[in-house]
């Protein structure tokens, strides 16, 4: 089973932060990229920020650079998406999966919910 469970999405107002979690389930993390996606209802699915498997390998969709940061912790097998100073556009279902961006691989979570409101 390979599977990818991300957790932390909450209901916060605007300007505030969340850190949002993303655990390896049946497989190690640490030599995959991994990506973190943003889902609004009617709307496709978009890449929000991917972290590589070397230290330093970072993406930020335009939309979120300066307020996300993507980090790892190995030990833990785990990738982490810091979300601050949120804005009620951020709001949607956010999903990890093995990939980046536009070219995401085939291992997905379920994703978890984040409520920013207006």
């Known amino acids: 089973q390979l599977q990818l469970v991300e957790s932390g999405g909450d209901l916060v107002q605007p300007g505030g932060s969340l850190r949002l979690s993303c655990v390896g389930s049946?497989?190690?993390?640490?030599?995959?990229?991994i990506g973190w996606f943003h889902q609004v209802p009617g709307k496709e699915r978009e890449g929000v920020s991917c972290i590589g498997s070397s230290h330093g390998m970072t993406y930020y969709a335009d939309s979120v650079k300066g307020r996300f940061t993507v980090s790892r912790d190995n030990a833990k097998n785990t990738v982490y998406l810091q979300m601050n100073s949120l804005k009620p556009e951020d709001t949607g279902v956010y999903y990890c999966?093995?990939?980046?961006?536009?070219?995401?691989?085939?291992?997905w979570g379920r994703g978890t919910q984040v409520t920013v409101s207006s």
């Open positions: 049946g497989f190690t993390l640490d030599t995959y990229t």
């Open positions: 999966a093995t990939g980046c961006s536009d070219y995401p691989g085939n291992i």
